[in-house]
């Protein structure tokens, strides 16, 4: 007989299988509940079943939270771990709104999409990455403070070259931060885009940096779930 702790962490057994996959099925009739809600004029037997789904699925949850904190072996360790907090916030905004006629509350709904998150417990590909972060953690914060100087750098270059062209659209640097996002990206939504030479030359090299910054982290990424793979073989 499977003790609960080999039944909540212990995937490899039988029992452990069979929990993850019952898990895994709740969270998905209960994201595919939260969709359903928002139809518009849903009759009110089918807003009634829709919240007995959510009753249930709060009490499963509930109970498996309650389960990991219990068998845990750190208990504060996972309480305030990145899963311990989904799995928190994966029932809280039931408890937050019961009873109370809020409207402010209402926001609290959208934290039910957390539970989305649960699923990447029970994925293997989901652990592989969240270690290949790990290795790549460092880099990541590197290029990510590289990244946010570029923009800045890029908002200053086209309000200097566009202002005195487009004095409303560039109004100023942080209007112009706008502009910078969409160009390193290379989304370019062409609501707002230069007319000056100078400010077309300054584009041409801003596009050319964002297509490094879209390639250097999948590359690093890349590298790191290879790591990650090696690791587990």
Known sequence: MPTLKQVVEDSDTKAGKTFDLFIQAVIVISLVSFTIETLPDLSPTTRTCLRGIEIVSV???????????????????FIFSFFGIIDLLAILPFYLGMG?????????????????????????????????????????????FATLIIIYLAAVGIYHFENPAQSEAFSSVFHSLWWAVSTLTTVGYGDIYPITAGGKIFTFFILAAGLGIVSIPAGLVASALAKAREMED
Request: charged share 25%; no cysteine; aromatic share 12%.
């Open 100 to 144: 109370l006629d809020l409207r402010s509350l209402r926001a609290f709904r959208l934290l039910r999409l957390v539970r989305i998150f649960k699923l990447a417990r029970y994925s293997a590909a989901a652990r592989r990455f969240h270690r290949a972060f790990l290795i790549a953690k460092e880099e990541l914060a590197l290029f990510l």
């Open 59 to 77: 009490i499963i949850f509930t109970v498996e939270y309650l389960a990991r904190v219990l068998v845990a072996s750190n208990r504060p360790a």
